[in-house]
């Protein structure tokens, strides 16, 4: 037991982790459901290790380093860490309210060409489709210069 607690706190102590990543790791040594469900309450009480809320900040605050994320996307990605919904939408719908524009300009940066390879009305579509709100798109697609079709 001693050293399988050992090896959980090494994989937590090296990256901040979810509940469902930390589950995940200890599936995969192969350890008894008593064994395991020791190891996740004692990582529960110690507060640091396992803090799914603490994560989710975590993986917003990297989103500033990371080319444009529509709220979509980042929701998809933080359910696949099997972070519980309820809390995902809290958090990332305070992020996007706050933080929008920046990521819709990070990811037409990203995708310029395929967005003005479009016609107007599909470059939108396309923004939209990728979960950026109507306003925050109409406000930055007139600046794009577009295909006539």
Known sequence: M?????????YCSKNIRSKSE?????NSW??????ETKIINFLEQQKFFLEDEEYVSKFLDNLSSIKGYSKIQVKVKLLRKGIPSKLIETKV???????????????INKNIK????????LAIKFLLSKGFSYNSVL??????????I
Do not use: M
């Open 139 to 148: 406000k930055h697609v007139q600046d794009l210069t577009y295909r006539n």
């Open 2 to 10: 001693k050293n399988n607690l050992n090896r959980a706190l090494s």
């Open 93 to 107: 719908s305070l992020y996007f309210k706050n933080n929008e524009d920046l990521e819709l300009k990070k990811f």
């Open 22 to 26: 930390v589950l995940k790791k200890l």
């Open 30 to 35: 192969k350890l008894d459901k008593n064994e």
């Open 114 to 121: 395929k967005i003005n390879a479009k016609p107007r009305e």
